[in-house]
């Protein structure tokens, strides 16, 4: 039994159709490569409740220049709310990554510690 085929006029739009599915995947990968490809990336590896007073936040931060970072660190209580905030200098002295922990004072008491953002040192 043959397959059935296409109705006349109709093929054109099809490869019409398929060519603008294919630029609009491959511009949303261009989009989003580019918005991402060298720009600081971080990583939280452990966190320590202090006591009701303070928190220790330990992380690793990637910049692919090797440029020094300041990083903001937050505590946070349970209902998400900000509790504790602190921007730390990074200092990368030329390497891609680097371990860095911050003892940081809390309003009340804190149940996760989190690194907000990494920017490039001014």
Known sequence: MPLPRTAPGTLKWWVIGSIGIAI?????????LSAT????TWQVTG????????????FEVHSPGGEDLTCTVQAL??????????????ELAGADSTRTSVAL????????GDV???VVAP
């Open 116 to 118: 907000k953002t990494c």
């Open 77 to 90: 209580a349970g209902d998400f709310a900000v509790v504790g905030s602190t921007d730390v200098p990074v």
């Open 47 to 58: 966190y320590k409740v202090v006591d009701d007073d303070s928190v220790r936040v330990d």
């Open 24 to 32: 609009g995947v491959a511009l949303a990968i261009w989009f989003g």
């Open 105 to 112: 004072r809390t309003t009340s008491r804190a149940v996760t």
């Open 37 to 40: 490809v060298g720009l600081p």
